[in-house]
Nanobody, 124 residues
Framework: QVQLVESGGGLVQPGDSLRLSCTPSGFTLEYYAVGWFRQAPGEEREGVGCISNNDDRTIYADSVKGRFTVSRDNNRNTVYLQMTRLKPEDTAVYYC?????????????????WGVGTQVTVSS
């Protein structure tokens, strides 16, 4: 069964850091572009960052640029979303998604496989 699993979410305070992990089962993530998305209640799903499949090219939404970093560890078959200087407006369910292509971008329609999400709550 092909699926993605996100982990690492939780409740943190403003200014804290958190690292999310995206791990697949049933395929090797190295050959896929991977995107991170988030969705807050009542909001559209938003792309926050993505990474290419072979040269680690990345792109970020303006709202997280300079604070979030997407990286991959092919030895662990895992892609990460490192989040720093978290703000209350970063509160959302975070999803990873994979596209069997060099690049996926920040649009959700480019991705074939999705995880079920992990909750991130930033609150004092």
């Amino acid at each position: 069964q092909v699926q993605l699993v996100e982990s690492g979410g939780g409740l943190v305070q403003p200014g804290d850091s958190l690292r999310l992990s995206c791990t697949p089962s049933g395929f090797t993530l190295e050959y896929y572009a991977v995107g991170w998305f988030r969705q807050a209640p009542g909001e559209e799903r938003e792309g926050v960052g993505c990474i290419s499949n072979n040269d680690d090219r990345t792109i970020y939404a303006d709202s997280v640029k300079g604070r979030f970093t997407v990286s991959r560890d092919n030895n662990r078959n895992t892609v990460y979303l490192q989040m720093t200087r978290l703000k209350p407006e970063d509160t959302a369910v975070y999803y990873c998604a994979a596209s069997f292509a060099y690049w996926g971008g920040l649009g959700p329609r480019e991705y074939e496989y999705w995880g079920v999400g992990t909750q991130v709550t930033v609150s004092s």
